[in-house]
């Protein structure tokens, strides 16, 4: 290819030759030194223009990817003529059919700058007929290309150029491996080092420049121009253009060879389901183009409204391709809904929309039954279910009914998974003489459950109250399940408040202040000792 240099402003062509004079005085005595034969090499093509010769990236067995200046003149008019497109890989002395055009695709007002080169030099050749045999997978995206450019990565240059300064373009492709490198001059464009004993010469032009990721054989772009080995410079340098950075023109190109560019998506199911977490599955064909996928999800069930969407894996190639991801922080016990998207250079597709329910839901409460009320205290009881979230349990106290005021709130504990659980809490500290609502409650990240409200009263005695034991018992709400045997006697600092009839079993309150009793139950398994305050006036 002729050497280039390029202006950033496309002004009087006399600038230009005075920024670009030093790079063309004179020219090694050889091309591609260093590289070696690219003989049966599919990704390149050699096209000729006339007496003009160049090359090209085979990208689709219609589409060939060049140099905008191999096909467009200094007045900016693309050509008609007849260009006859080789074979890709071959030696056009042994295999001499060629194939020509049915359409250039080039950017408005691209001309081609006397001998030098300026921004949006590329092309798309649509080939009135098919080459077969291409090996190029797919393009590079220009994130791709960048991140290759910063890592300096060692790519591959391809086509049938000089391999002399003043000779002809070769019969035969060639290759060299050289390394991009960073701070490319316009957008859409890369640059590679070269030295004065190797790199592209004149007819490389328009050919690929092309890298190996994995098992696919990735287009990073087109050959534009050069410094160095056929012209003189003191850093030599080539300059190249992403076809990816040109997605008009791509879709052009695949819309007028009927190509499928776009993606084809289908949603899968949601596997892997649990309370706050689903893993999303879909299956992409990328058509050859690096595509990027995605799940978009909500609670509505044509996604309207506020939806949340994640990126999953970028594909390529053209089979079917599973691709997943986890969306995570879901309410339980929730239906969502959800579809795949993928995205490549032709546009956007999604997917039907599926759905999937969350594991668990709202706690399931069950309020039990207040007991061993005494004067200022009181113990209550509730049944919890976590329905599979983890969930926490606790009991509400309050002196109004709807319990817009709270005086008392108790953690009974924690239950997980299907577990269910009978759970107590002791509140203390009460007011004598006054009625409270109780009620218990759970909340998990479902939100909170409440169960049914009820009421106790805490007991204040007038002096000389007499009671049975039986009559004190029933006063207190104490839960005389499974009991065997029961002793209830005033602890020693109480006497003087009150004093139990061991004759006649009867517990008589004889001054103001607190009767604090000793209640031994004895069960069939066990002994249950505890201590109860009853207020007297």
Known sequence: MPSKCRAVIRTAVVSIVAVCASLVTSAPTNAVVGGTSALGNNAVVRVLNGSSSCSGALWTSRIVVTAGHCVVNSSG?????????FAPGVSTQQSPQTVTQSQIIVVDGFRKFSDFSQPDDIAFIVLSS?????????????????????DGRLVTFLGYGRTSPSGPSSPTPNQINQ??????????????SQTATTGICSGDSGGPVITQVGNEIVLIGINSAASGPCSPSSRPSMTGFVPSAFPALVKLALDATNSVALPTVTTASAVGV?????????????????????FTYGLQPDLSGATTTIE??????????????????????????????????????SGAIASFTTLGGLPIVTSGAASSVASDSVVVTGTFGANSASTQAFFQLSTVADF????????AGDIIGEEVATLSASFSGLTPGTTYFWRAAATNAAGTAV??????????????????????????AVDRTDVRKIVVAPVAKSRQQCTLNTRTNRLTL????????????????????????????
């Open 77 to 85: 008019t693309v050509t008609t003529s007849p260009i006859s497109v």
């Open 130 to 150: 098919e080459l077969s045999g291409g090996t190029i997978t797919r393009l590079a995206t220009v994130d791709e290309v960048s991140a290759w450019s910063r």
């Open 179 to 192: 390394p991009l490198s960073f701070g490319s001059p316009w957008p859409g464009s890369f640059t590679a």
């Open 274 to 294: 649990r309370t706050t977490s689903a893993v999303l599955t879909g299956t992409v064909i990328a058509s050859n183009l690096l595509t990027t996928t995605s």
């Open 312 to 349: 999953a894996t970028k594909v390529s190639g053209n089979a079917p391709t599973a691709f997943e991801v986890a969306a995570i922080d879901l309410v339980p016990g929730t239906t969502y809904y959800f579809r795949a998207n993928a995205t490549n250079l032709a546009g956007t597709v």
């Open 404 to 411: 817009s005021t709270v005086v008392g709130s108790i953690v």
């Open 451 to 476: 169960g049914a409200a009820f009421t106790f009263a805490t007991p204040l005695f007038e002096r000389q109250t007499s009671l049975s034991t039986t009559a004190l018992l029933n006063t207190l």
């Open 510 to 537: 004889t001054k103001p202040g607190i009767c604090r009793l000793k209640l031994t139950l004895t069960k069939s398994s066990s002994t249950v000792v505890g201590f109860i305050n009853l207020a007297i006036r």
